[in-house]
């Protein structure tokens, strides 16, 4: 058999990370829950390095998934390129305006609001400059065409700045547990949310080495064993030193461009300068309060509920937290439904305008034991609106979604 930890040494691994989080005060979110996953869920047999990868010491995908949780990374500073494609239809910014949209109604209102603002992550490609010293102090930058937007955390302060309209955004940070631990939008944050996943629906393997921002690193590889899934794989490069992941990929099960594909280009983990952090509002700019922001998730730095409810895309557990939601089904096939108690299905006439028509146009009807409604797809997502008003939504297939729209009723 190949190398694995026993059951006592991941044991002693638990109580020093238990140790350790103390100290850390939930500075890094790791998935410590995929420690010691059965041995039939992930690949055993260390892969060796293809010709021209670094040459690394051996590896199990159980040791390398603890050396992810065990990483203790709290300084970094780099430049992040960040690429997403979902597969909506390019309708003038259709995509990022139906993302911006779902959050509208828990920002203020300002062009710095990062919970409106970081929401542009959700389409295209967009360069980050990111800086990281502790819990209490990071950076993100969002580099744009002459502008540029900054999200700054310097301890009970969570600033956002549009240097494009010079509009700032002042806000407290979450206390505790709560509090982000990095910048948002690295190839960690999407990889804490994917190794969430893993169970005894996913094959997890070591898939060789490589090399990525100049460092050495290891490649795991998710994959669901379910069929019915969207989902094709999950890629992390993880850095061989530090246990930090450097680089996230995930694509479909049809194939193509990665749906998301974040990595460093260049990274240090040196400690940024102090200054990095520091932020006093430009002379001019309109500045709002976020008045409701103690103790909001949704103030800190990072996509908010929305993105990390969908546990690195499988299924959308996440939404269990709706009213009324269910979920059907287990792992990477796991359909989330719910009543939006709008009976008569999109909207239209005087009600919706032109709405319904719209988006009606965007989607596919169908029919069935369920009764009549319509199919909104991208290539990650399928979403089922039905005329008495219910949703059913999953990374899951049109055939599969339907399936169990109907099985429920």
């Known amino acids: 058999m190949a190398p694995y930890e026993s059951d006592d040494s991941v044991g002693a691994a638990r109580d020093e990370q238990a ?26 047999v260390p892969a060796l390095a ?4 670094p040459d690394l010491p051996k590896i199990t995908a159980q040791q ?11 300084q970094l ?11 909506l239809p390019d309708l003038g910014g259709l995509e990022s305006g139906i993302a911006s949209g779902m959050t509208q109604g828990s920002g203020s209102g300002s062009a710095a609001d990062p919970r409106s603002r970081l929401t542009e992550l959700v389409s295209g490609t967009h360069t980050l400059r990111v800086a990281a010293d502790g819990p209490d102090r990071q950076k993100l930058s969002l580099l744009e065409q002459g502008a540029e937007y900054s999200v700054i955390h310097d301890g009970k302060d969570v600033w956002g700045y549009d240097s494009k309209s010079n509009q700032v955004s ?19 944050d ?19 080495t490589a090399q990525v921002a100049g460092r050495d690193a290891y490649k795991l590889q998710i994959k669901p064993r379910q069929s019915g899934t969207t989902v094709g794989a999950i890629n992390i490069a993880v850095d061989a030193r530090t246990g930090l992941p450097l680089k996230f990929t995930l694509t479909p099960k049809s194939g193509g461009a990665a749906v998301v594909d974040a990595g460093f280009t260049q990274v240090s983990f040196a400690r940024p300068a102090a200054s990095t952090f520091d932020f006093t509002p430009p002379k001019g700019a309109k500045v709002t309060e976020q008045k409701d922001a103690q103790g909001k998730a949704a103030e800190k730095p990072g996509f908010g ?22 979920v059907l089904g287990k792992g990477w096939t796991s359909i989330a439904t719910f009543d939006t108690g709008a009976k008569g299905g999109l909207p239209t006439g005087a009600k919706g305008g032109d709405a319904g028509g719209f988006l009606g146009s965007l989607g596919d009807t169908v029919s069935g034991p369920f009764g009549k409604g319509t199919v909104f797809s991208t290539r990650l997502v399928n979403a089922l609106i039905t005329d008495d008003g219910k949703v059913y939504v999953g990374a899951v297939t049109k055939d599969a979604l339907l399936k169990a729209a109907n099985a429920a009723k």
Do not use: C, N, W
């Open 305 to 326: 509920k929305g993105m990390e409810g969908m546990e690195g895309a499988k299924g959308l557990e996440g939404t269990k937290g709706l009213s009324g939601g269910t």
């Open 50 to 53: 293809d010709s021209g990868d």
């Open 19 to 44: 140790r350790s989080g103390r100290r850390r005060a939930a500075r890094y979110a790791v998935p410590v829950a995929v420690v010691g996953v059965a041995a039939a869920t992930i690949g055993l």
């Open 64 to 74: 390398l998934i603890d050396k992810i949780a065990k990483s203790d990374v709290q």
């Open 190 to 208: 999407f990889a804490d949310q994917a190794l969430k996943a893993v169970d005894g629906t996913t094959s997890v393997t070591v898939d060789g």
């Open 170 to 188: 002042h806000g407290t940070a979450p206390a505790g547990e709560e509090r982000r631990a990095e910048p948002p939008a690295t190839p960690k």
């Open 77 to 87: 500073s780099g430049t992040v390129k960040i690429s997403t494609d979902l597969g």
